[in-house]
């Protein structure tokens, strides 16, 4: 794993490696959702409808939480921020396992995910301000998938309170390696950045406002995949472990993404990988199968890491001051929080899970036009 350099210090393998460890532990609740609302439904007694707005509050959270780390970031100490975010997700957690009711859980969910949402943002900064930015993403996200797998297979064995306190102790077993955070900022340009043509900052902040579109699709979707199964008539069980297991192809979706980028232009295997995307997500909108479901969840696990490899690394490489790369965590919240509440509005009215993933299909193929554009646009830089 080559990833260091002399000159920045978030090359370095300890400040390197804390980054990868928080983005995991910021991303638990984001990545473990179908366990989650699943644990929110059997064992709290929240309905479909009240799920996806718990699960929206704790992604609006994250969203602020990124969003005031992008703007505070150049100018407060980044251990500071993180011990803010710690504090805030370590008091909602442990609040959550005394107050069950479905006001109060999404006022605390809310929190939790604004503590999150600052944390992480920190931890996704310090990998855009590595000097090899999608190498550094790209080995965020092979981590992402496994601690993805750990956490859909342990999960569902928890009580609720179980989930909140191992919530609580990722948090904890940061505390002492804070330290390790490097308190400057990163080097205004990096190796891999003076390897291509720069693009306009301006299209780093275009890439947020994709990363918003395409996390509309992936919280709807996976807010909803497990309850869809069952509401099809498929054993929920068995739903479960297809999804747990699915996600494994994230492994395959790093790996080839790597391969990919070695290889190609970021441009066409990225507008491709979304034509896919669309696809995968849409055949649920046919009809739910045991079949289909498969095949969805499949192609939605390999393609959702795949795609965010080259979305989060193009805007580390657009932009390396470093707001842009602490708003991708706020990007992904927010487009989280929208997909999901959608998908709430959408059950109340009864036009059922067939109309979520309509909106999942529609969210991919907007953020496949914007990227398209901006293909059109830039294609003749050489990369």
């Not at 996704?124 to 297979?153: C, D, I, T, Y």
């Not at 393609?303 to 932009?319: E, H, K, N, P, R």
Request: proline share 3%; glycine share 8%; with cysteine.
């Amino acid at each position: 794993m080559n990833v260091s350099s002399v000159d920045n210090p978030f090359d370095e393998r300890g400040p390197f490696l804390l980054s990868l460890f928080m983005t995991l532990v910021g991303y638990s609740v984001l990545v473990a959702l179908p366990a989650i609302n699943g644990a929110w439904v059997d064992q709290l007694g929240f309905s479909e409808i009240e799920v996806n707005r718990v699960a929206s509050a704790d992604l609006l959270g994250l969203f602020i939480g990124a969003v005031l780390t992008s703007v505070l970031i150049r100018s407060w100490n980044r251990q500071t921020l993180t011990y803010l975010g710690i504090a805030l997700a370590i008091i909602a957690n442990g609040l959550c396992t005394q107050y069950v009711d479905y006001e109060t859980t999404l006022i605390l969910r809310l929190i939790a995910g604004l503590g999150a949402g600052f944390y992480t943002a920190v931890a996704v900064a310090g990998l855009g301000a590595h000097s090899k930015p999608r190498e550094a993403f790209n080995w965020m996200l092979l981590a992402f998938a496994v601690s993805q797998f750990l956490e859909l297979q342990l999960i569902p064995h928890l009580s609720m309170n179980g989930i909140y306190v191992f919530f609580i102790g990722t948090y904890v077993v940061t505390l002492p390696f804070v330290r390790l955070i490097p308190t400057v900022n990163p080097p205004a340009v990096a190796a891999e950045a003076k390897e291509v043509t720069a693009r306009p900052t301006l299209v780093a902040w275009i890439g947020i406002g994709a990363i918003v579109i395409a996390y509309i699709n992936i919280g709807a979707y996976w807010s909803n995949i497990e309850l869809s199964a069952e509401a099809a008539g498929l054993d929920g069980d068995w739903a479960a472990q297809v999804i747990a297991w699915c996600v494994l192809l994230s492994f395959v979706g790093c790996f080839t993404a790597m391969w990919v980028l070695n290889r190609f232009d970021y441009d066409r295997p990225l507008l491709f990988t979304f034509v896919l995307m669309v696809v995968a997500v849409g055949l649920l909108a046919v009809k739910v199968t045991a079949g289909l479901f498969v095949l969805s969840v499949a192609l939605f696990n390999f393609l959702w890491i795949f795609i965010d490899v080259y979305q989060m690394g193009g805007v580390s490489v657009a932009d390396r001051s470093g707001s842009a790369a602490a708003f991708i965590p706020g990007a992904q919240g927010l487009g989280q929080t929208i997909g999901p509440f959608a998908a709430s509005i959408m059950l109340d009215l009864g036009w059922g899970f067939d109309g979520i993933f309509m909106l999942c299909a529609a969210a991919s193929a907007t953020a496949l036009l914007i990227y398209t554009v901006i293909f059109v646009r830039y294609r003749y830089q050489t990369r």
